[in-house]
């Protein structure tokens, strides 16, 4: 009875091997038709894509001897690019240094100025997208909304606010407030809205829901589970995406000043009109730097903020 008990639960388990190792392979040659399927479609819309997007032109490009040929659109342009960063590209001397980079930096006092004011255009439309973002951002979650009724004016109106470029809002708000800072301000603030509020929305959606059911079944309103089960959790998150926003709103709003939102865009349009293009490699350095600034003390603020300097 033993012997018999034995031989049936092998049986048993070298059935149960060879089902396991059947589905295996079933499933293993699914994943490769779907990965096979999935690549062949990725490439077909690569292709249509740079095809549409001209990535095979040809067009004729006059030679250095004055003749004209017909070439490749990329190999034709690459030469071009490299004599449109060539003229950017100021002339410094060591003998002469202090007077070259005087002389490229000639309207500084003015850019200064504008710097000023972009920081200025950034800081407050983040502050505008971060209180949009953040209230929206609850009944915007899944999780966390009264009713799909809410949770669908929310989204909507979310997307409708990150899908319109910061340019064309600051067309409208331009249209509407004349130019000026005000413009830049809004334009860049709405759009930050948008953004931030689908990213703290995600964050939303990955909570620990436990703390918010304490809350409500300590008798906790709508709003007590969100201030008191929530919004502990997501902080750290919201600190990282509004100071990496910060930093996205300073490029942006220097260059919504090119329509007359303000900011230091206005001097990439004149430099651009009167092809003054070292002042475009010099408005370059100092919104390179300025970014780099601000990424630095973002950093250093996020760590301190979340706890990580102590342990740096």
């Given at each position: 009875?033993a012997?018999q008990?034995?031989i049936?639960?092998d049986v048993t388990?070298?059935t149960a091997?060879?089902d396991?190792?059947?589905d295996?392979a079933?499933?293993?040659r699914?994943?490769?038709?779907?990965w096979?399927?999935?690549?062949?479609m990725?490439?077909?819309?690569?292709y249509?894509?740079?095809?549409?997007g001209d990535f095979?032109?040809?067009t004729?490009?006059?030679?250095?001897?004055?003749s004209?040929?017909?070439?490749?659109?990329i190999?034709?342009?690459?030469?071009r690019?490299g004599?449109?960063?060539?003229?950017?590209?100021?002339h410094l001397s060591?003998d002469t240094l202090g007077a070259?980079?005087a002389?490229?930096?000639?309207?500084?006092?003015?850019?200064?100025n504008?710097?000023?004011e972009?920081?200025?255009i950034?800081?407050?439309?983040t502050?505008?997208?971060?209180?949009?973002?953040f209230?929206?951002?609850?009944?915007a979650?899944r999780?966390?909304?009264p009713?799909?009724?809410v949770l669908w004016?929310?989204?909507?109106?979310?997307e409708?606010?990150?899908?319109v470029p910061?340019?064309?809002?600051?067309l409208?708000?331009v249209?509407c407030?004349?130019?000026?800072?005000?413009?830049?301000v809004?334009a860049i603030?709405?759009?930050?809205?948008?953004s931030l509020?689908k990213l703290?929305?995600?964050?939303?959606?990955?909570?620990?829901?436990r703390?918010?059911e304490?809350?409500k079944?300590?008798?906790?309103s709508w709003?007590?589970q969100i201030?008191?089960?929530a919004?502990?959790q997501i902080?750290?998150?919201?600190?990282?995406y509004?100071l990496?926003?910060f930093?996205?709103?300073?490029?942006a709003s220097?260059?919504?000043g090119?329509?007359?939102?303000?900011g230091?865009?206005?001097?990439?349009?004149?430099?651009?009109?009167?092809?003054e293009?070292?002042?475009l490699?010099?408005?370059?350095?100092?919104?390179?730097?300025?970014v780099?600034i601000?990424?630095y003390l973002?950093?250093k603020?996020?760590?301190?903020?979340?706890g990580?300097?102590e342990?740096?």
């Amino acid at each position: 009875m033993a012997m018999q008990t034995a031989i049936s639960s092998d049986v048993t388990s070298s059935t149960a091997i060879n089902d396991f190792e059947r589905d295996f392979a079933e499933h293993r040659r699914r994943t490769r038709l779907y990965w096979a399927v999935g690549t062949l479609m990725f490439f077909v819309i690569f292709y249509v894509t740079a095809l549409i997007g001209d990535f095979f032109k040809v067009t004729q490009v006059s030679l250095p001897d004055g003749s004209r040929e017909w070439m490749w659109v990329i190999p034709a342009g690459i030469p071009r690019l490299g004599e449109y960063i060539s003229q950017t590209i100021p002339h410094l001397s060591w003998d002469t240094l202090g007077a070259d980079l005087a002389n490229w930096f000639w309207r500084w006092p003015v850019w200064m100025n504008l710097l000023f004011e972009t920081i200025l255009i950034a800081f407050m439309a983040t502050a505008f997208g971060v209180f949009g973002g953040f209230v929206l951002s609850f009944p915007a979650a899944r999780n966390l909304t009264p009713n799909k009724y809410v949770l669908w004016i929310s989204r909507r109106y979310l997307e409708i606010a990150r899908t319109v470029p910061e340019l064309v809002w600051a067309l409208i708000f331009v249209f509407c407030f004349s130019v000026g800072p005000m413009a830049g301000v809004l334009a860049i603030g709405l759009h930050a809205t948008g953004s931030l509020g689908k990213l703290y929305s995600e964050v939303n959606e990955n909570i620990d829901m436990r703390p918010l059911e304490g809350v409500k079944a300590a008798g906790g309103s709508w709003f007590d589970q969100i201030r008191y089960g929530a919004v502990p959790q997501i902080m750290p998150n919201i600190i990282s995406y509004t100071l990496l926003r910060f930093e996205i709103n300073v490029r942006a709003s220097s260059i919504i000043g090119y329509v007359g939102a303000g900011g230091l865009g206005q001097e990439f349009r004149t430099a651009m009109s009167f092809q003054e293009y070292t002042d475009l490699s010099a408005l370059f350095v100092i919104i390179f730097f300025t970014v780099m600034i601000i990424d630095y003390l973002s950093e250093k603020l996020r760590h301190r903020v979340i706890g990580m300097g102590e342990r740096s």
